[in-house]
């Protein structure tokens, strides 16, 4: 089967494909550049301070407001969003999250960035209170480091190794980091820090 077109059909033929290339184009611009995020949660395992914070962090820049907006908790938690950088977000709890609480964290599908952008699926994450600990120095007589261990007395942990060389020390109000303070060779001291489980350490 041959088939013949005239100019008339040709002519018709690219004005359709070029009404289509810029119905593409426009659907193209219409559709912002999809969000994404991670939190805290997944370097935590789910757990988070009592006082928190809960740190969002986005693949483009946010506003706070629309993060906020967003944003709710099951059971509901009071509390507020504060933008440490433009693709940064932390929640800050009212109240202390309880412990044995099963909490979860969702952000309706919305525009949140400054240009538009959009978290196009809703996003949920589970958390829950983290077990606490207790931090002590220990002050035997070969000993003048920092260690942790559980409310049950069990799973010691050594958090500092100076060469016995702690003078003193004090936690964050959130219990992430623990700040202390060690004898260095001119008898004076130098302030280091340390997170509780002991996987980072910085002066």
């Not at 018709?12 to 290339?21: I, P, R, S, V």
Request: charged share 20%; net charge positive; glycine share 6%.
């Amino acid at each position: 089967m041959k088939i013949c077109l005239n100019r008339l059909d040709v002519a018709a033929l690219g004005t359709a494909a070029l009404l289509g290339l810029l119905f593409l184009l426009v659907l193209g611009l219409g559709n912002p550049v999809q969000l994404s995020l991670t939190s805290s949660l997944e370097q935590t395992g789910g757990s988070v301070s009592p006082l928190g914070p809960l740190s969002l962090r986005f693949s483009k820049a946010v506003q706070v407001d629309l993060v906020e907006a967003a944003a709710s908790f099951d059971p509901p938690v009071a509390g507020s969003f504060k933008a440490i950088d433009a693709q940064t977000v932390e929640f800050w709890p009212a109240r202390p999250f309880q412990p044995g609480v099963a909490y979860s964290i969702r952000l309706a599908p919305a525009a949140l960035g400054q240009n538009g952008e959009r978290l196009r699926r809703a996003w949920t994450q589970s958390l829950r209170v983290r077990e606490p600990l207790i931090v002590y120095l220990s002050i035997q007589k070969d000993s003048r480091e920092l260690f942790s261990i559980d409310l049950q007395g069990k799973n010691q942990r050594q958090l500092t190794h100076t060469n016995n060389r702690i003078f003193d020390y004090a936690v964050s109000p959130n219990g992430d980091w623990i700040a202390y303070t060690v004898v260095n060779d001119q008898k004076g001291v130098d302030l280091w820090l340390v997170n509780r489980d002991a996987s980072q350490t910085r002066n």
